[in-house]
């Protein structure tokens, strides 16, 4: 047992580390420290960064033109990409739907569809929710009918993140009414273009517009655009959940969250003393800390767990309810510690030209926003509340 | 000992609830929380006009109430309609003040909705304490005037005058000011708050002003008016967590998962309880609050830390966990819960959060 | 609206100090004060003192022979019992089994068992639970078989507090087991003397003994101790817990704990200081005496609804959460402020003629036995999760 | 980076498992915590002949371990199996110290089981201060007097010698002495704990005393020793946790009401998991800590602290959770569960509870 850093692993940090100095812009690093909104051009700019490195595709298995990193150095990459302000590399085609197709897609799909997610000729999006399949995913009722050589789906998909930026959507649609829930549902790539879609915005509570409802009349999708078997498409889903470890506690994340936290402390003021020297506040954020540091070990057991072939556990849902909720507790204590400068909602002072007063510290000006967009975090992919169902029925076997 | 309202109470909640009602849809309420003044002058105009603010001073200065019990029933019922209009901010609280000193006729336009008069107390806005003000405010001859800058002085745009708290060179303690609104060096800058309305950064540069009650003397009362504005804080909560529960309540019963309605899943039925028995000690507390906003000073300031303590506490944890019950349907703009919840949340950020409040009580 | 006591609340509740003052006993009041074991002894006594007093039937109604108290005033005398430490009024006679056989019981039945419970004639436990029959309460299988004038019972009850004192007990048992299970259950007395019951003792994890299992085997009982209708019994077990409001949250020995809690923190030292002084103590206690204060109203506010006639709600369970948590950190928190004097279990401390060193302050030697043993709280009369699915039933509907 | 045990230590862990379940039943276990000596002497000795004390340290002391991660390893096995025996209070800790003064042929002892020695370092049982004795030692020619008093010294009766932590009036730091049992001056109190085992009050009076290392400079010896201690009982901790996770899944798989086992209700499913998540937590925090045992003092704290703040809140959370969803069963003395959730209760009370780590963590 040994937790250090080996010297090949620290040389690893420092590579990285020289590479997002020399290519992330300040503005943007700026902007995802302030946890505003990503822009569209913001991530296709930084997808193609990575890309050209060869790093985009970090967490892809060599054979499918991965690196070949071990998962400590992902979780390297991944902290000090985090802790440096780099947009969130986009999951949805490179992490959730590049799994699937490599495991279960056919040669012609894998050749087609991967590459176009690396260069950014697809922006792909996930059509999973319902508005009546929420936790309940299985009882979706989005339909696909085969037709020949088509498959026509009508329905209704919602909480499509980025949706308004994507051409293509990956979709889970119920092909066999007939049976168990589970046993009739397909996995489908639909072309956002196709007749018949209309994707609508739904503006979320924070103020923002991120996710979307996708609606479906006759929409007329190639054959060949089927994953796989047809009625598998709930195993595929599946095999993505019990997979997605890398990532998924996101401690570097929260490790940029704490460090930005740590600085807040020394210059905001509690009774005339700085807020660090509070005592409730430290013993907050000390919680805090000493949480994500028994997380990253955590994160670690399990991802070496994984890289020496243990099985599908329990762990990805305990990672995603740990890491969810440290993030959300992150923001909350951050929120805390702007006092009454948290009621204030001042995007406008990242607009280019802003030059009137700033209320909170300007790194601050959306925390709020922040942090009520960010009670998203428990509750998608699969909610916590889901995830804690899955451990007991692995642990317990009933 | 009696926990029955009154029955003038009973008809004042009656009241604002059918205000609310017919007169206070929802949507208008969002608009105007991110318009100009952040707020309906109209709105605002009606439930003054409806004797609201009247409710919220003694017949001595011109209300018909005043009292604790009088503050809470009024701002819970504007809490379950989640109203914006600066009741508290701009009336009860600086009004208080007013009438303290003796300003009658200013109340008395504050009462009828004809004048607002914002309150500037706090200048490091990270900070709970209205107890240190830097503002400086000089004399010469009779006249005053105040230098400094005063932090997110809630609803100050479009108000009539503010009243602030300052230092004189004469005097050690703080010193009450009310300052016109247009007065010269007096510079606002408005800016949106998250849970709708706005406040503003207020510049002072040699404003002419006028002195509040007697120099250096005016702690005593800021402390008093401070436990007006959270009392009614307090009791806001306390009305939006009614609604949240009932919309939760709701949510539970109809909304099906797994073939059946949330409501029957035992993890969340828990869960619920748990919401549902932390409001009742967060109307306990408000209850305990308005009972003691009459007392001594420091018994009275224990009811209400206790009580901002609980909404806080209690408060955050029932918007979140409303939420996260809800599902995604509880994070969109269209759904009324989220609103209520970040109003509910904000209220932790005013007039002193939940560990400001715990200290407070410990240290007292 | 209005919290603050009358006069005449407290001109009563100066009697019941003077009351307190001049009939409680030093030694008693010091062993309660500290958590130990109430003997049999100092329980008969007390008992024998307020029935002398006419105030052992306080909370009973003026016709059977209560004083006629208000709620309120009910409430302050259990506060100030708590305060000054007199001996809990043994509950299974007098607050459980009167209230049904007031409600449900014959004349024939009022008459002779109310006055034998005031005047210390019989000592009444509890036999509701069963080893397989704890929270699923109505699955209980210990039988009545009507034989002639007698029913004959067979089976076993456990968790029968102070059993070992009493004389008589009280039981849920099967009467018919052709229907629902509720609708076979009846309520019966019986006489510990009768021949086929035999007593075990059940030792705690505090190592205490105050509660027992109870076989009973072919134990004859007569018909006329049968209480109410037969197969009605789950009817009045339920009407008790939903009238059960009086003293359920426990303010009076909170507050009791609250105060001792406070002294102790201003002599124990933590850092070289007074314990009082320290920020994240400090923090503990005010949470716990803010939500005190808060349940004190709470309660209030219940009992003043059920004196104006509200019907049972969830009030009832929610004040048994509330309390048996709050009581459970109160000892919590004294544990923590012993600091490693917790770790001692020295009740020889109290033995007369001891003069060894102590430990922690003398009223604290048996704390974390009583910390251990209070973890009971929330869970006998019916478990705190039994009450939140009581709670949900009743404001869900469902 | 590497998180497999390695071959020799998983072979440690194995053989005490196996001792433990051959050779160490429960019952014996909790009649020995409340003999007189509070533990059962042959089981130490089996312990040590079997190598487990010499696990603790290190080859140049005569031991074939003394890293972090062998302490954790001899540490969590123990726990799950709630021994009793003072491997940490008389041989671990005790024998770290005299180690590092030089002490190798008593060392030598302590490894084979032949002595014991306690360490006293506590004067105020409220407190977790190991740094500021008042306890007195004073120098005439070449011998040393000590007076004062330690409180809660664990396993100290029966032990063979003590070590104690005074000041001299020569130097300004702390100096460390060892006492044979039998000195002059020395009376012990003996008094039993709630988790089993005991604890002594000693009183020294002119106590002849030998000087352990550097007088006045013993300070961050005693620190280090402190962080061994901690880790121990942060392992232990573990090893209760892991059968106390064991005990509660076997429950809710077998326990039936309302027609079906516990663990179908889903409130029940949702707390096992927020516990089991909870232990995975804290077991992270001990292989943190005893990764950065052997670190610079200032790093080894902060995890020694992150550990035993963690250990100290879960553990709690664990102890108490466990007994409730158990019930009744889980309140008596004839089932397991309780004896351990004590003593996970009571490693909270020893070398620094939750808050006062969480608070020399965020100072650190």
């Known amino acids: 047992m040994d937790l250090n850093f080996t010297e090949a692993d620290q040389a690893f940090r420092q590579e990285v580390i020289e590479f997002l100095n020399s290519e992330l812009p300040a503005d943007i690093s700026r902007r995802v420290h302030a946890d505003l909104p990503v ?3 913001d991530t296709e ?41 780099a947009p969130r590399i986009l999951p949805f085609g490179l992490k959730m739907l590049a799994p699937v197709l490599m495991a279960f897609g056919s040669k012609e799909q894998q050749e087609h569809w991967l590459p176009r997610m690396c260069d950014g000729t697809d922006w792909w999006c996930q059509g999973y929710s319902e508005p009546g399949s929420g936790s309940d995913l299985a009882s979706l009722k989005t339909s696909a009918v085969k037709q020949g050589d088509h498959y026509v789906i009508n329905g209704q998909k919602t909480w499509t993140t980025l949706g308004q930026y994507a051409n293509m959507i990956f979709c889970l649609v119920r092909t066999d009414s007939d049976c168990k829930p589970q046993a009739g549902i397909s996995f489908i790539l639909v072309d956002l273009a196709t007749p018949g879609i209309e994707m609508r915005p739904i503006r979320t509570l924070d103020g923002g517009q991120e996710v979307n409802e996708v609606f479906f009349t006759d929409v007329r999708v190639p054959v060949t655009n089927l994953v796989g078997e047809e009625n598998k498409g709930w195993t595929y889903a599946k095999y993505l959940l019990a997979h997605e470890r890398n990532g998924i506690a996101n401690v570097g994340i929260s490790g940029q969250k704490l460090a930005r936290l740590k600085r807040l402390s020394l210059t905001q003021k509690r009774g005339g003393k700085p807020l660090a020297d509070d005592p409730l506040f430290a013993a907050r954020l000390a919680r805090l800390e000493i949480e994500l540091r028994n997380l990253e070990t955590t994160n670690l057991r399990v991802l070496d767990g994984f890289s020496k072939g243990a099985g599908p556990g329990p762990e990805s849902s305990m990672l995603k309810i740990i890491g969810s909720e ?28 802003y030059n009137g007063p700033q209320v909170a510290p300007q790194d601050m000006a959306n925390q709020s926003a922040a942090y009520f967009n960010k009670r998203k975090v428990s509750i998608y992919g699969g909610s916590n509340e889901i995830q804690k169902n899955i451990i007991t029925k692995m642990i317990l076997g009933l | 000992m009696d926990f029955q309202p009154t029955e003038e109470r009973r008809m004042l909640a009656d009241m604002i609830g059918k205000f609310i009602q017919n007169d206070y849809p929802l949507n208008a309420r969002l608009a105007a929380g991110t318009s100009a003044l952040g707020y309906c002058p109209e709105a605002y105009s009606t439930m003054a006009q409806l004797g609201l603010i009247g409710a919220l001073f003694d017949e001595e ?48 336009q504050i009462i009828l909705g004809q004048k607002r008069v914002a309150l500037g107390l706090i200048e490091n806005g990270a900070d709970y304490d209205w107890g240190a003000p830097e503002t400086l405010a000089r004399q010469s001859g009779d006249k005053w005037h105040v230098s400094g800058v005063k932090t997110c002085v809630k609803f100050a745009h479009g108000a009539d005058a503010i009243i602030v708290s300052a230092q004189t060179p004469s005097a050690p303690g703080i010193s009450l000011f009310l300052i016109e609104a247009s007065a010269a060096g007096l510079v606002e800058h408005p800016f949106q708050t998250v849970d709708g309305g706005n406040a503003c950064e207020i510049t002072l540069h040699k404003t002419p002003a006028q002195l509040l009650g007697v120099e250096g003397a005016a702690y005593p009362l800021i402390d008093a008016a401070a436990a007006r504005a959270t009392l009614a804080l307090c009791a806001e909560a306390l009305g939006l967590m009614e609604r949240i529960k009932d919309m939760t309540i709701d949510y539970m019963r109809t909304r099906k998962q797994f073939g059946s309605v949330l409501g029957k899943f035992q993890a969340l039925q828990h869960r619920v309880s748990q919401m549902l028995l932390e409001i009742e000690q967060a109307k306990s507390a408000v209850i305990n609050a308005a009972n003691d906003l009459q007392a001594p000073s420091d018994e009275r300031n224990r009811a209400i830390s206790a009580a901002k303590y609980s909404i806080g506490r209690i408060g955050c944890a029932v918007a979140e966990e ?26 932790d950020h005013e007039w002193g959060d939940q560990d400001d409040h715990l200290m407070r009580f410990a240290q007292s």
């Open chain 1, 326 to 353: 440290l993030e959300q507790n992150f923001d909350d204590l951050t929120r805390r510690a702007l006092g009454r400068q948290a009621q204030a909602h001042t995007p406008e002072v990242f607009e280019p030209g």
């Open chain 2, 322 to 347: 409303a939420i996260q019950l809800h599902g995604g349907i509880g994070m969109t703009w269209e759904y009324d819960l989220g609103h209520f919840a970040k109003r509910l949340v904000m209220i």
């Open chain 1, 45 to 85: 700019f930084w997808h193609a960064v990575l890309h050209k490195r060869g790093w985009l595709t970090y967490n892809w298995p060599k054979s499918f033109g991965g690196v070949g990193w071990s998962p400590v150095q992902q979780f390297i990459f991944e902290e000090e990409c985090a802790a440096a302000g």
């Open chain 2, 61 to 108: 200065v011109g209300g018909f109430g005043g009292s604790g019990f009088d503050i809470a029933t009024v701002f819970t019922e504007l809490g379950k309609g989640l109203v914006l209009e600066p009741l508290n901010d701009t009336a009860l609280t600086s009004g208080y003040i007013l009438a303290q000193t003796g300003q009658l006729k200013l109340v008395e």
């Open chain 1, 39 to 41: 822009s569209k051009e």
